[in-house]
């Protein structure tokens, strides 16, 4: 539970590397550890999102006691594409039906990243109970599957 956590705060330490190394260090019990890790990670990537969430509310509210107007970037600029994408992948995650798929995706396949996603679901106010069923399974069947595909090959070398 402990690497899955670190890892949700410090990317070198890689979640899909604990789901490699399982198989070999806990040869009978690797599905266990790698749920426990799963966990831990899922617990990480909530507190982002929650951070994200309270960190929205408060900019909102802020913004709206100042009504400041800010000049938009130059269009066609680094700072507007990513605003522009920024957006975009925030509007997606609040339609109902296409949000989750794309939370799926990100901890399923890793992308679009998950830690993107997470603050993104976070800043539109996902609902918490879909991000973390969705964020748990997406998560689990993607280490789940790189350790079964390890357990295989050790299989096959003996």
């Not at 979640?15 to 617990?43: D, N």
């Not at 507190?47 to 802020?62: D, I, N, P, T, V």
Request: charged share 15%; proline share 8%; aromatic share 8%.
């Amino acid at each position: 539970m402990l690497f899955g956590l670190l890892s949700a705060y410090f990317p070198p330490l890689n979640a899909e590397i604990y789901a490699l190394a399982a198989p070999v260090i806990f040869p009978e019990t690797w599905a266990l550890h790698v749920g426990v890790m799963t966990g831990g990670l899922v617990v990480g990537k909530l507190s982002h999102f929650l951070a994200a969430a309270k960190g929205a509310e408060m900019y909102a509210r802020r913004k709206d006691e100042k009504e400041e107007t800010k000049t938009p970037p130059p269009p066609g600029s680094l700072r507007e594409k990513l605003a522009r994408w920024s957006k975009a992948m925030i509007d997606v995650l609040d339609q109902p039906r296409l949000g989750p798929l794309v939370m799926l995706a990100s901890s399923g396949v890793g992308f679009p990243p998950l830690a993107v996603v997470t603050v993104a679901a976070g800043l539109k106010r996902t609902n918490v109970v879909v991000f973390l069923v969705v964020t748990t399974i997406g998560c689990l069947a993607r280490f789940l599957v790189t350790s079964w595909l390890v357990v295989q090959g050790i299989q096959i070398g003996h």
